[in-house]
């Protein structure tokens, strides 16, 4: 009797201590920092560095939502702040990018918008996109804003890459260059944890001190003065007008060629790693005939296509390098046929583009068709 008392009243004492501990907490305002502090510690399996995302989204009050694929090789989680931001965050290890969904990002969905790289040392892209998105979190008057970045772990590493994909929502506009970095420090600080926590031991880049803004349709300019991924691109008879970015390491660039009257004729892609990874594999998944196959490193479109590839080696694997064609005739038998400049113009332009890409990647000569 007497151990089953000291047993009672060591139960009633720690209750009657829980309780006062927690009252004291809840008076002193300390309980929903420490219940916030604690949702942000467990956010995306404890990956999240819990000082920049309170720093980033504000002092609110947080609500953490965690999902993670094991068999797709991805965790996710969405961190919305009460009176402040929101932010979706993916990790993947990018042995599985080839797998069903996945969130490298290109751009916004639909969108003529062209995403630019980071930089500063960062392997990734930099996007905005203005419509509204349906979600538990979403508001009409917010901007989402994106940033993937891409970490190649070093060669004795299990993990051989991770990708980082964090989705912000702040009241700030990414017009003011002011407020473009901090749109980027979830992402920079994510990736360096991850990177630690993985065992992945990847170069990391430096701190974010500005961004440029994404390219819009209509910041085009004369094909000849293109300095960023259209260098190097000859002109022709129908295709004098560049649309483009810088490269700076960008795992995903694009360059739009157009006519004088700005409609476009050819889009040009280079991706690397987990993009080019991903690309051959939706291209197989589509079971058409004629596109890019990772068995198949070189093709010429023929009248019947619209789509002309190279390819090339790189230390993160083979990146593809492609040209779509966007403006063909048709010749009333619903077959595209070949328009002016003709097939010897896309094979010198997607050569041109492939080879400075490659170069600046540090990848081997391109194989062109």
Known sequence: MAVRRIILWAVTALAVTTVAVLAYLDVHGDFQRWEDESALDGACNGLLDRNVVRDVLGPGAVEVRNEERADSGLVSCMVNVDGGGTAEVDILDTAYAELGWNPLYQGPPGSKQLPVPVGHGWAGLFGADENFRIGSFSADEDEYVTVTLLLQCAEDRRVKGLSVTVETTLDKTPDNPANRPEYARIATS???????????????????????????????????????????????????????????????????????????????????????????????????????????????????????????????????????????????????TASNPGFAYERAALKAFAERSAKAHGCSVPVAP
């Not at 004629?290 to 080696?313: E, F, L």
């Open 190 to 336: 994510t990736a360096t944890k991850v990177s630690k926590i993985r065992h992945c031991g990847a170069e990391l880049g430096r701190p974010v001190r500005s961004l440029d803004l994404p390219v819009n349709e209509d910041a085009y300019e004369p094909l000849g003065t293109a300095e960023g991924t259209c260098s190097g691109i000859p002109t022709a008879r129908g295709v004098s007008i560049a649309t483009e970015t810088d490269r700076a390491s960008a795992p995903y660039e694009v360059c739009r060629l157009s006519d004088a009257d700005v409609s476009t004729r050819y889009v040009l892609e280079a991706e690397f790693g987990p993009y080019a990874q991903k690309a051959f594999a939706n291209y197989q998944e589509y079971g058409r005939e004629d596109t890019p196959s990772p068995d198949i490193p070189a093709h010429q479109r023929d009248g019947d296509g619209n789509v002309s590839w190279a390819t090339a080696k790189c230390s993160d694997g083979r990146a593809l390098f492609t040209l779509h064609v966007a403006d063909e005739r048709d010749d009333g038998t619903g077959r595209n």
